[in-house]
């Protein structure tokens, strides 16, 4: 009987250890996707600025266009 419970102790730690190895991977691979996003969603802020920018600058010529007609 102690045997038993002995491999079945054995065979349930392995699993955790599967387990834990998996998730330590899977957070890895999320912690560098989550780095990925970041660096992604800067570099659209900023294109969004710089559109943003270029399009308040073209109103305003065309608004100082207008005004000396």
Do not use: P, W, Y
């Amino acid at each position: 009987m102690a045997n038993f419970d002995l491999s079945t102790f054995e065979r349930d730690v392995d699993h955790l250890i599967q387990v834990c190895r998996k998730l330590r991977e899977e957070n890895s691979s999320l912690r560098t996707r989550q780095d990925s996003l970041v660096a992604e969603r800067a570099e659209l802020i900023e294109k969004t600025e710089l559109a943003r920018s270029r399009v308040e600058a073209m109103i305003a010529r065309l608004k100082s266009m207008e005004e000396g007609r």
